[in-house]
């Protein structure tokens, strides 16, 4: 059965101070593995989708990054902004159902 | 563009009463997805089409879970009779195929008294 953990449950950063949330994964043939940011009443909303290890990509403040156990979400200099819950989620084997983690809930203070 | 369009947002109801959600996806979209979100639990997926057509029903709790999805353009999802453990937030994804990223409607909070 394919799982995603994510830690730590939550994290509070000071405006600027630098970061990663940790997704750890064990999974049988990983076909991809995906970031989402979720708002309060809102549906989770895409960020980035990472196939292969070694694999970066870029967005703003946010990088992400595939080894063949675990992704990173990477947050550089943060803004009150970015305080939201970040959610990892891996597609594997034959099926395209998405398996979640529980989420990060990320505050950052002005 | 328009995203996934889910309704009710919200829906109160008592015990036994039955509950439909809906939701349109993105036009041009192949797949769509049936999650529930839950504290405990997290993101769960219920089903899932393609091309409207179920493939994967295994999430689906019990036999009071039912789905549907009539043409590319509206599916259902239908709880009867509900119970109190039934309530969650209900999203509804799509994406353009199986393999592509899934984008979230803003979903159904349903409360079962």
């Known amino acids: 059965e394919d799982q995603v953990t994510q830690s730590p449950e939550a994290l509070r950063l000071q405006e600027g101070e630098s970061s990663s949330l940790n997704c750890s994964y064990t999974v049988s043939g990983l076909r991809g593995l995906f970031w989402y940011r979720q708002d309060p009443g809102k549906g989770p909303e895409f960020l980035f989708t990472?196939?292969?290890a070694g694999e970066e990509k870029e967005k703003e403040r946010l990088k992400a990054t595939l080894t063949k156990k675990e992704s990173f979400l990477h947050i550089t200099a943060p803004k009150p902004e970015d305080s939201a819950t970040y959610l990892c989620?891996?597609?594997?084997?034959?099926?395209?159902?998405?398996?979640f983690g529980k989420g990060i809930t990320l505050s950052v203070r002005p | 563009d328009a995203g996934v369009i889910q309704s009710p947002r919200h829906e109160v109801t008592e015990m036994g009463q039955e509950v439909t959600l809906r939701c349109k996806p993105i036009s041009g979209h192949n797949s769509l997805f049936w999650y529930r979100q839950t504290m405990m639990r997290g993101l769960e997926l219920l089903i899932y089409f393609n091309n409207n057509v179920p493939i994967d029903d295994s999430g689906m709790p019990e036999d009071r879970f039912s789905a549907k999805m009539p043409n590319a353009s509206f599916s259902t999802l239908k709880i009867q009779p509900s119970e109190p453990r039934d309530s969650a937030v209900y999203f509804c994804?799509?994406?353009?195929?199986?393999?592509?990223?899934?984008?979230f409607g803003d979903g159904t909070r349903l409360s079962i008294l």
């Open positions: 994804a799509s994406s353009l195929s199986e393999d592509q990223p899934q984008h």
């Open positions: 989620a891996v597609q594997a084997g034959a099926n395209s159902k998405l398996t």
């Open positions: 990472l196939y292969s």
